[in-house]
């Protein structure tokens, strides 16, 4: 059972960022949280490590790139946490279109900071990967997010059917994503 929460862990802060992270693993001691934080970042990185053929100093990079976008990535995220929570309002019908044209230019808003985000982080990684390497290193990204949704349907962490995010979010564990 544990072996399956760290992958669980591990697949969230591939796709997820720090909300999908900190939703699956509240309510959890301190210490056990830190501990499958602490595997679930050390099983990712080997498998980008080995899969890329990166040395240790190569890996040590690209954790310290997606470092670097941590505190916007967190940001970006709980801006995107928020509109849905907006979006799911049960008033949402009665609005005006005042209303509606600001929830629009804030959906664009975050759509054009997203893909900002994106592009930034590309630029970064690609002074560490070759671009071979980086497009590699989004499709083991994007498998761990769809191992999540096949393992959400089977009942993983929030249930049959729990929102999980799209896959794809940036980073590596350790990085903060």
């Known amino acids: 059972m544990n072996g399956r929460i760290a992958f669980l862990i591990l697949a969230l802060l591939t796709s997820l960022g720090p909300l999908g992270l900190e939703a699956q693993v509240r309510g959890q001691g301190q ?7 602490r595997q679930v970042e ?3 990185a080997r498998l980008v490590q080995s899969q890329l053929g990166l040395d240790r100093t190569q890996l040590s990079s690209v954790q310290g790139v997606m470092q670097s976008f941590r505190a916007d990535r967190q940001g970006l995220n709980l801006d995107q946490a928020s509109l849905r ?3 799911r309002d049960p008033g949402l019908p009665e609005m005006d279109e005042s209303q509606a044209q600001e929830i629009l230019a ?9 893909l900002d985000l994106y592009r930034r982080e590309q630029e970064s990684l690609l002074t560490v990967l070759s671009p071979n390497q980086l497009v590699l290193f989004y499709r083991i990204r994007d498998d761990w997010g769809q191992r999540i949704q096949r393992m959400r349907g089977q009942g993983g962490p929030g249930g049959p ?10 980073g590596i564990p350790g990085a903060g994503e």
Do not use: C, D, K
Request: no cysteine.
């Open 42 to 44: 050390q099983g990712f």
């Open 106 to 114: 804030e959906m664009i808003r975050l759509q054009e900071a997203e």
């Open 161 to 170: 059917g729990g929102q999980v995010g799209r896959p794809g979010g940036s």
């Open 85 to 87: 929570h907006r979006l």
């Open 31 to 37: 210490r056990q949280r830190q501990n499958l934080v």
